[in-house]
């Protein structure tokens, strides 16, 4: 399996990586988005529809 990291990730406030792992075909097999911080934006949106989590968020963040 071969592994391919984007790190850091920029247009984000704080750090985080993304790391993508291919199959022996090249295709991705699994993909980790990570941001070690935390931001806290989950409580924001608990309880919410989902249909308002992206007007929410991206007035909070733009990522």
């Known amino acids: 399996m071969k592994r391919v990291t984007i790190d850091p990730i920029t247009r984000l ?4 990586k993304i790391e993508i792992f291919l ?3 090249g295709s991705v097999e ?3 988005f ?3 911080e935390l931001r806290g934006f ?3 949106v608990e309880g919410r529809p989902i249909e308002e989590v ?3 968020v991206t007035r909070i963040c733009g990522v």
């Open 30 to 32: 699994d993909v980790y």
């Open 54 to 56: 992206p007007r929410i």
């Open 23 to 25: 199959n022996d075909d």
């Open 42 to 44: 989950e409580k924001f």
């Open 34 to 36: 990570q941001i070690p």
């Open 13 to 16: 406030e704080g750090h985080g």
